[in-house]
């Protein structure tokens, strides 16, 4: 069986560490883009799951959502969208993600890794 | 030796002889006017205005003298026991000489002394050299408090009773006139003190009538609101207070307060566009003045520009926000970090595993108050969006009791819930309320070391069952709330003097974002303790009615 790719769009250094590092063990491969547009390059790889953080330089992950979701080729792929920004009962935010296609919505301090890799996993599983 | 007069009377007689010779060249024909006419002119006069002025003496001495069969008019005044003419028909000399001579000045003093001063002392004989006689006429004019002003007559004969009764109509015509001018000035002033408080007050002053009409609008609300006065009476408040999202807000506000007719008093922070356009944050505090049946008839608003406090508590929040956030990233990587450290704890001795937990802990802590602080300034800022409706509360209950289990059983505590026998359907906001009880039972089995932590749902009301409502009630066995900090629990960052012995964690915000919560779904908390006995908090739900229904509270 093919092995599935996780595509993680975050600026944050020590965010990318901990994520690469608590998935090395995990079933996926982790690719890893620092910026709303080398995430939208590298999501023309067809990624299974794409995680997507909100505040980034340049294009915000909102942004990005909008066009992945816009594209043909992408427009398939589940994002989940991961912020630090605000509270997870801010509605305005989540509403806008899930509007704009997200399939979840997580506040990235709430979780940690092994969480987050079981929501991964679930997600992935989903659409075998 | 017979007895001579003192000087000073021989004196005096001989200046009232001298006067009487001279008396008709002094008193000046007027246009040849009757009596009658001039009556009606002093009448008239009467009527238009009383003052106590040189000017308006002269002109009723001069035509009094020509409405009474008399020979010479004099108006004087007494201050202190000294006499001074105001006013006579006499030449300057025969005044000087009657008002220096003692034994007239005696006779002019007498009105007043009897006590029964308006009486008008009529018939005095004045004995000159014996013959003639003649007679002083006084008429006290009680015009004014502060000076005492008569009217003297001078006449051959005593006056005519018709006389006496017009001089009689004419001083009380005057005391009347004078008191109705004085109380036109003292309400004057009063105008005029009001006007001067209303428009240098440093805050806005509105008053509306019935239909919620502007009819007073003082200046400060010019250079708030840029409406002016003569702009703004006469106008509804939502034109002059225009809020672009909820331009009914004072009727809302005025329906709110109608259902409780004790409660008259209101305050609210608005934001508002003035005449230009320009958004402004104002605080409006006031009244309903109602009228006997208890319907309101008049508000009055006081509003006070809040637009720097706010932009200030903005930049605040804002800063809360982004500090929240920035803190939030390196929280995730340490929350992270300790979890994969965690995964292999082979390698840990058993205290390294302990401080392990304990780092893990205090992380937690961590999140939980970053996320506690994002609600505050969410709440504070209405971002919170709440959807109002038909909830079964029951099964919310018994998900977060089961959810709460563990960490009661941890401690010992015996979490009982006994399921009601009633419908328990209400209006609120499905997680929202979840996150209320979860937040209250966490409290209760925080706060409490022995006993139990009791669940209950019942009606609000047991007398009427027309009454709706549910109350969910959470009673603990716990540490209990001193009396004296019973009133600010609910208050944002307010954390008992009991929580902080103990051992337990908090950043005292978790009741003030409950009670926000509750209040925004319709409800109402309150809470029963005493220290070492336990708390009781009960919260009584919104009804679930029609207009709850889909509403949407911003």
Known sequence: MKQK???????????????????????????????????????????????????????????????????????????????????????????????????????????????????????????? | MAKQPPQSEKSAVSVWEQWLQKLNTNVQPRYQLSIEQNR???????????????????????????????????IYEKSNQKLSPLFSTLSSKLEDSIMSNARLQSKLSDTGKSGTSRRIHHGVTIKASEPPARYLTQVPL?????????????????LLKVDVKFLHFITA??????????????????????????????????????????????????????????????????????????????????????????????????????????????????????????????????????SRHKELENRKNEFISIATHELRTPITAIKGYLHLLQRDTGNLTDKQTNYLHRAIEANDRLVRLSEDLLQVIHVEENRLQFTLRPVNILPITRKVISDFTPKAEKKGLELRFTAPEFPTTIAADPVRIEQVIANLIDNAIKYTNHGYVQVSLSPANQKTSEDQRITLAIKDTGIGINTKEL??????????????????????????????????????????SKPNRGSTFTVTFGAVEAKALGRKNP
Request: no cysteine.
């Open chain 2, 487 to 528: 009133p600010y629990i609910f208050d944002k960052f307010h954390r008992l003097h009991n929580a902080r012995l103990s051992t337990e964690s908090g950043a005292g915000l978790g009741l003030f974002i409950v009670k926000s919560f509750i209040e925004k779904q319709g409800g109402d908390i309150t809470v029963k």
């Open chain 2, 142 to 158: 009680q015009i004014s408090p502060s000076n005492e002003v008569t009217i003297a007559i001078f006449s051959q004969d005593s």
């Open chain 2, 173 to 306: 015509m005057m005391r009347i006139r004078r008191r109705q001018a004085q109380m036109g000035q003292a309400l004057n002033s009063e105008t005029e003190r009001l006007s001067t408080l209303t428009h240098h007050l440093s805050e806005g002053l509105m008053m509306l009538d019935k239909d919620l009409k502007v009819t007073l609008w003082n200046r400060p609300l010019q250079r708030l609101t840029g409406f002016s006065p003569r702009e703004a009476i006469g106008k509804t408040y939502e034109k002059v207070f225009y809020r672009p999202q909820n331009p009914q807000w004072l009727m809302e506000l005025q329906a709110e307060y109608s259902q409780e007719s004790l409660k008259n008093v209101f305050t609210s922070d608005l934001e508002i566009r003035t005449k230009r356009q320009e958004r402004r944050w104002i605080n409006v505090s006031g009244s309903f003045l109602r009228t006997s049946d208890g319907t309101i008839n008049q508000t009055i608003v006081i509003i006070r520009d809040i």
């Open chain 1, 5 to 128: 790719k996780v595509l993680l769009i975050e600026d944050e250094p020590l965010l990318i560490d901990l994520y690469t590092e608590a998935f090395e063990e995990e079933d996926f491969a982790l690719m890893v883009a620092e910026n709303g547009t080398e995430g939208l390059k590298k999501a023309a790889d067809l990624p299974n799951l794409i995680l997507l953080d909100i505040l980034l330089p340049g294009l915000n992950g909102f942004e990005v959502l909008r066009r992945l979701k816009s594209n043909a080729r992408t427009k398939d792929i589940p994002v989940i969208v991961l912020t630090n920004l605000g509270s997870e009962q801010t509605d305005k935010d989540k509403r806008l993600a899930l509007s704009l296609g997200a399939v979840d919505y997580l506040v990235k301090s709430f979780h940690n890794p092994e969480e987050m890799a079981e929501i991964i996993n679930k997600r992935l599983a989903l659409d075998e």
């Open chain 2, 40 to 74: 009606f002119e002093l009448l008239e006069l009467l009527t238009k205005n009383v003052a106590t002025t040189p000017h308006f003496f002269a002109r009723i001495g001069t035509i009094l003298a020509h409405s009474l069969y008399a020979d010479a008019v004099l």
